[in-house]
């Protein structure tokens, strides 16, 4: 009876134990659902379960953008033209006779004074003989050209040298037809030499010449350089930046700033770290600043750079 009652309970004791283990397997997957779900999801707000990652978190940081304040300045309107380096007093010498060049008694870059023999014609023809005639500088300069060599045949309507009063040099340049009505004696230019990389020159318009080449539509002026500076030779390459307009004292932003919405010029103004639409009005420009005569007024704050990621009402975050 003792060993009946014994197997008796082993049998109930096995019993539980499988069931158990059963109920332990059924809630082992929804255990570990529960687990991944976690993971993945995290609570609201985590993305991972990592803090900081969502969306959410971004938009309250803002678009990073780069941001100016608007300020006064003082606005060039410039044309860029390219000119040549010329003599102020240069004078064509001609001979009084027409004839053989029988000698050219100066070389380039000599000093002469007015009245020297620079070079000897001869107008003989055959079977008869004239006197020599002598091609004398009219004036005291520079000898900057020879137009013939000896031996050739010279007229009395080609010069034969040039001189020039190299102390007075001058700039010569070709304005198109469209900005002829702003040209006026006296106005600023900045000068480059290609022979003196990096370095500015400041001339100012002395000669503007009453009559259009009605061939290439331009104006034909001249510039001299307020410093004279021995290094620039006649015949020198010059690039011109001619100031045709200037605005002083006036509302200015950076010209990267200044964007279009359908068909109007607007900006964007950072107010409480918020982009606000604004439409402007735009005065004189130069490379890289603009004159605004209405819509802004100084002081205020605009975005630079990041445009093209901000619209109306956009969370901005300005970085340096």
């Keep these: ?15 539980i134990l499988l069931v158990l283990i059963g109920a332990g397997i059924a809630t082992f997957p929804v255990m570990l659902g529960n687990k991944s779900s976690g993971a993945a999801g995290g609570p609201p707000g985590m993305a991972g379960g990592m803090p900081g990652m969502d969306g ?8 990073a953008v780069e941001a100016a304040a608007v300020t006064r300045d003082t606005v060039r309107e410039y044309i860029k033209v390219n000119g040549d380096v010329a003599s102020a007093s240069s ?20 000093l002469v004074k007015k009245g020297q023999t620079l070079a000897m014609v001869d107008p003989s023809q055959p079977g008869q003989v004239y006197s020599r005639s002598a091609v004398k500088s009219t004036i005291s300069g520079t000898v900057t050209a020879i137009n013939y060599d000896e031996g050739e045949t010279v007229s009395t309507g080609s010069a034969a040298v040039v001189v020039g009063n190299l102390n007075e040099l001058e700039i010569v340049t070709y304005i198109p037809e469209r900005y002829v009505a702003s040209v006026r ?31 290439s539509r331009s104006q034909e002026i001249s510039l001299s350089l307020v410093d004279a500076d021995s290094r620039v030779k006649v015949g020198m390459f010059a690039s011109v930046k001619l100031v045709v307009k200037e605005e002083a004292n006036v509302i200015t932003i950076p010209k ?26 735009v005065g ?16 205020e704050t605009i975005v630079v750079r990041g445009l093209s990621s901000i619209s109306d009402g956009s969370t901005v975050s300005i970085v340096e």
Excluded: C, W
């Design 1 to 15: 009876m003792k060993d009946n009652g014994k197997n008796r309970g082993d049998r109930i004791v096995q019993i």
């Design 284 to 299: 004189l420009s130069s490379s890289d600043t603009v004159q605004i005569t209405e819509g802004l007024e100084e002081g």
């Design 56 to 63: 959410a978190s971004e938009e309250t940081e803002g678009i």
């Design 91 to 110: 004078v064509n010498i001609y001979p009084d006779m027409a004839g053989k060049l029988v000698s050219v008694d100066v070389a380039l870059g000599d």
């Design 185 to 215: 004696k006296g106005l600023t230019a900045e000068v480059s030499f290609d022979a003196y990389p990096g370095e500015t020159y400041h001339a100012a318009v002395t000669e503007i010449s009453p009559v259009l080449d009605s061939d």
């Design 256 to 281: 990267l700033a200044l964007t279009t919405y359908y068909e109007d010029q607007v900006v964007y103004v950072i107010k409480d770290n918020t982009a606000e639409r604004r439409t402007v009005s």
